[in-house]
């Protein structure tokens, strides 16, 4: 039997004497969406920074890929996982074509005859012209800049997506249309994600599963409909009600 991608086993973490995560958890299988929602604070970022090495966990044990995250060369390991944030983090000085190529072209991974295919190959995959490789992050709008910020997390080819509300900046519109090109990449690249959002209605619309997080604990990970049908606590039924699901 296939070993999941991402597992944490009994992990807890804690910043001083503050537990965010306590005895958590979790499994993500390959092409799976899990989608994380809680309250701000309740460890969701924390999972995420725990699954690149940014963290290390102060107890369990945090696998991807079969292997203990300390087990890694902890470089090789970011190379292939993309993460993308609400903030993006585009270098403002560099165009939108070496800003994409910027990890790849620093590695050795891309020539420069391979970074103009490879530039162009990605901004056709997340519904851009090649003519934006020229054009700085100031030309771009809110949502061109994500697309940007998800073309570059791209680029190494990673098969571990971790996104931490990185819709959470644009209008609802550009929201939805943004949900559905992630949601066409994952079923073409066969990715498996974490994403943190604040919006239940986008955790239902993306996730293959939901985990509802609380105080640093799994209150329910379910399906939408799980989620929605049989809610586990009083917590995850204000949730939805705030919400209007």
């Not at 162009?120 to 809110?142: I, K, N, Q, W």
């Not at 609802?172 to 498996?192: F, V, W």
Request: charged share 25%; proline share 4%.
């Amino acid at each position: 039997m296939a070993k999941p991608v991402i597992e944490f086993d009994n992990v807890t973490k804690s910043y001083g004497n503050r537990i965010v995560l306590k005895d958590f958890n979790l499994t993500a299988e390959r092409g799976e969406i899990i989608a994380i929602i809680g309250r701000s604070g309740c460890g969701k970022t924390t999972l995420l920074k725990l699954v690149n090495g940014l963290l290390l966990p102060d107890a369990g044990d945090v696998y991807v890929r079969g292997l203990r995250v300390s087990e890694y060369n902890i470089i090789e390991l970011r190379r292939n996982i993309g993460y993308v944030i609400q903030s993006i983090g585009l270098f403002p000085h560099l165009t939108v074509g070496k800003n994409i190529a910027y990890v790849p072209s620093l590695s050795g991974m891309w020539s420069r005859n391979a970074a103009k295919i490879e530039i162009e190959r990605l901004l056709d995959m997340v519904g851009l012209e090649p003519d934006f490789a020229t054009r700085y992050p100031s030309e771009l709008s809110g949502g061109q800049c994500q697309r940007i910020g998800l073309a570059r997390a791209l680029a190494a080819k990673p098969d571990i997506m971790l996104m931490d509300e990185p819709y959470g900046a644009v209008d609802e519109i550009t929201r939805r249309i943004l949900q559905d090109e992630l949601l066409r990449l994952i079923s073409e690249l066969n990715l498996t994600v974490l994403f943190v959002t604040h919006d239940i209605k986008e955790a239902i619309k993306l996730g293959s599963r939901i985990l509802v997080m609380d105080d640093g604990h799994v209150i329910q990970v379910g399906t939408a409909d799980e989620i929605i049908q049989l809610p586990a606590s009083n917590f995850v039924r204000e949730l939805l009600e705030i919400h209007r699901v």
